[in-house]
């Protein structure tokens, strides 16, 4: 009876596993899927300081090739000015860059932009500039002391100001630099009023916005005369941010992260960030418009073309009305255009073609000439804004002297 007891227990086992079903797998879940990414699509408007033309097209051209659904409209102006745009007519935009922390906080402070928002793609330096021409020994911070004027940005509205005040108040010149100041709202009036020698120094960053080569300066009529110390300071960030009201706030969120990341700081640094103090040569020749004629009569040739690249906002309106109505001050034998090179085409004449990097006018394709004025022989550069490097009598003299030349 023993000997048949397992035998029997091992068949009532098997006869228990054959009633037992087959083990199913888990039914397929369906549960919806999680969120997906949002679609960048559409139209990005980016409001960048005008000394960040060069960098900041070549990074948005690279975000443009990445997502070819999205068309990024950049408006390009004053620091400042951008803020007013924003702040105060209303304007909208979905991407804001600033060359410093005292804009930005502008626009934090009129709900704008969150203050976590912004990210940073670069640094700028501090430095002294003077004229070219100046004769004075002025090597370190201390040597301010002895000019009667000193131009620099207001600190409580533009950032290179702002280090500007730092620096001094640290070095302890403040109190006895302070009644020698001028100071406009804008860098770019702080850097014509040295150029123009109206004041003997004046404090810039060294780069516009990131890194200017010094020895392309040869030309300019400034030169920078030292550079402040590192621990006088703390060096203003070149940040960039979607705004609060940003229309299209995925394809914005998206050229932020690209402008800031390793690859788009890579494209930054390779185009140098430059602009207000470099001076590139002239590349490729090309014809100025031709002057318009009465129909039935043969063309004028036009023996000297006027081209001015600038951007074209309300503040460079001036200079577009004096270099287009050279025509009608000199006659057919003067041609004139004006290149907006914040439009693409505009940036290929200006930039690919031509190699600039700054607003300025070329005459006959050549961008400095000398001439007499008083007797004397005068070298000037039609570089940047009218009264710093170049003034309307300047105009006027080379181009009568070229018309004496073609006679």
Known sequence: MRTWFPFL????????????????????????????????????????PCGMVIPMHAVIQAFEAKNPSVKVKSTYDNAGIIVKRLAEKGETADVVVSPGKTEMAALATAGLVDAAAPQTVGTFELVCIVPAASTQAITKPEDLKQCKTVAMPNPDVNSTGASGKEALTKLGLWEALQPKMIQPNHAIE????????????????KNCPLETNPEKLSKSKVRIAFSFPADSYEKQPCLVAVTTKAPNRAAAQALVDFVASAEGRKILGENGMTGCLDLAPGAAKTDGAAPATEAGKPAVKADITVVAFYPGNEKHKPIRDLVMGLPQKFGPRVSAEFVDFTSDEGFKKWHDEKGLTCGAILINDQQTWTYERNGKVKEVTFKMAEGGEWTKEDLYGVVQKLLKEKQ
């Open 9 to 48: 227990l091992l068949i009532a086992l098997a006869a228990l596993l054959a009633g037992c079903p087959a083990r199913q797998a888990p039914p397929a879940s369906t549960a919806p899927p999680g969120p997906t990414p949002a679609t960048i699509a559409g139209e990005v408007q980016a409001y960048i």
């Open 190 to 205: 702080a850097h014509t009023m040295v150029a123009a020698g109206k004041a003997q120094a004046g404090i810039a960053y």
